[in-house]
């Protein structure tokens, strides 16, 4: 059956075979029981994930594509479809220490579905996306050049960038390079308010050129005393300055 790519569900369908062999040996599938695919759309990466025989469940939205994929892997019963759009699961059900996440992500919603893993309650042995470049970059774990991005990964794991995939792999050819990324938890309660740290990323970087102290200011920390220079800018300081501003702005909310 001939698909229609809709852009609105950023389907740039993955179509070289050389590229799909090379995601799946960057996977750790031998330490892993289960997979979850996120957007297996006509399902090119899916077809190699039927053959590892790992209890496989794929998150669809468009119902057209998740008719194609049930009748497609209709004889394989470790693998199941659901229709859904993955920004309204409860990852956390689906938590397994032996469970890898795949996906080619949608590029409009690819920054929320990343979140969504971070944020969520939802534990698992690594996640391997594809991702435009800009993206990747925005995300992957830096010892400088630090964004709000970068630090709220960091304070849950950490994302790496494995290789880039370039536009002539897909269809539709997409504008940018693509990026594969591995993203792994660390799953340890940093016993802190993660909604007051957000607070604090969004009010330190809502200037990113001015100096940190702008952040303060705005934070009403501006005669508060701190271990590090306040005239540095937000991408200067490291996780552990955000923690010691974010204590210092619960002494005073
Ligand atoms: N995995 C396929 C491949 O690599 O060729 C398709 C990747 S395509 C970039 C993104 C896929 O995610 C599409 O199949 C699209 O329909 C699906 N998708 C878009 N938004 C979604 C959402 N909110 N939840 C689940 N799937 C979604």
Redo the contacts with the bound molecule.
């Keep these: 059956m001939k698909i229609k790519p ?1 852009k609105s ?7 070289d075979n050389t590229f799909i062999e090379k995601i799946l040996t960057c996977a750790n599938l031998p330490k892993a029981t289960e997979i979850i ?10 077809n190699y994930l039927a053959s590892t025989n790992k209890k496989f469940r794929g ?4 119902s057209k ?1 998740h008719s194609i994929l049930n009748n497609k892997f209709s004889d394989n019963n470790n693998m199941e479809f659901i229709n ?4 309204t699961v409860d990852l956390h059900k689906f938590s397994s220490e032996k469970l890898i996440v795949f ?7 690819s920054s929320q ?1 990343i979140l969504k893993i971070l944020e969520e309650d939802f534990i698992f042995l690594e996640c391997i996306f ?1 991702v435009q470049k800009e993206m990747a970059e925005r995300f992957i774990s830096k010892k400088e050049k630090q964004n709000k991005l970068s630090l709220i990964t960091e304070y849950f794991g950490t994302i790496h960038g494995i290789f880039d995939i370039p536009p002539e792999a ?1 269809h539709p050819k997409p504008k940018v390079t693509s990026t594969l990324i591995r993203l792994v938890k660390n799953n340890e309660d940093r016993g802190l308010n993660y909604q007051n740290f957000k607070i604090v990323l969004t009010k330190c970087f809502a200037n990113p050129r001015k100096k940190i102290k702008a952040g303060l200011k705005a934070l009403n920390l501006e005669m508060e005393f701190f271990s590090f220079d306040i005239n540095k800018r937000p991408e200067e300081l490291v996780l552990e300055d955000f923690f010691e501003i974010l204590r210092a702005y619960e002494q005073q909310i």
């Design positions: 809709k569900l950023g389907q740039n369908f993955l179509r695919e996120i957007g297996p759309g006509d399902g090119a990466l899916t998150f669809e939205v468009d594509l859904a759009d993955i920004l996906g080619n992500l949608p590029y409009n919603i579905i594809l897909f």
